[in-house]
C-alpha cells in the first residue's frame, strides 16, 4: 500500500483569486483521489502550438458526466486561467495532489 505524499507548491499567477494569490505556498498532498470541491495541483493538457504547460492549480468541480472516470476543472477567478471549458475534462492521472491548505501568505 502506498502512503499519500505531502509536498509544498507556490502558486503563480492569478487563476485562482481570490482564494489563492501568486507566491502563496501550498501544503499538497499526492496520491488521494479527487475530491470535487477542493482545489487541487492538476496536469493541463499542451496548448494549441503543443507547448507543455506547468502544473497549475485549480478546482475540480465534479466528474465529466459523458466521462465519468474524467474530471472537470475550473479557476476561481472567472477572468484569469485555463479551465475545462478550454481544454477539456482531466483523466484522473492529470489530477496530481489535492491542496490540504495554506501554508504561507504572500503580503500584499
Not at 476543472?73 to 475534462?89: I, P
Request: charged content about 25%.
Amino acid at each position: 500500500m502506498r502512503l499519500p505524499l505531502p509536498a509544498l507548491v507556490r502558486v503563480r499567477g492569478r487563476s485562482m483569486l481570490p482564494t489563492y494569490r501568486d507566491g502563496d505556498v501550498l501544503l499538497v498532498v499526492r496520491g488521494v483521489p479527487p475530491r470535487p470541491g477542493r482545489a487541487h495541483v492538476v496536469r493541463l493538457p499542451p496548448d494549441a502550438s503543443g507547448r507543455p504547460r506547468p502544473l497549475s492549480v485549480k478546482r475540480v468541480t465534479g466528474p465529466d458526466p459523458d466521462a465519468p472516470e474524467r474530471w472537470w476543472v475550473d479557476s476561481d477567478n472567472a477572468a484569469e486561467g485555463v479551465t475545462s471549458f478550454d481544454v477539456g475534462s482531466l483523466s484522473g492521472d492529470d489530477i496530481v495532489a489535492v491542496v490540504a491548505g495554506l501554508v504561507w501568505r504572500t503580503l500584499g
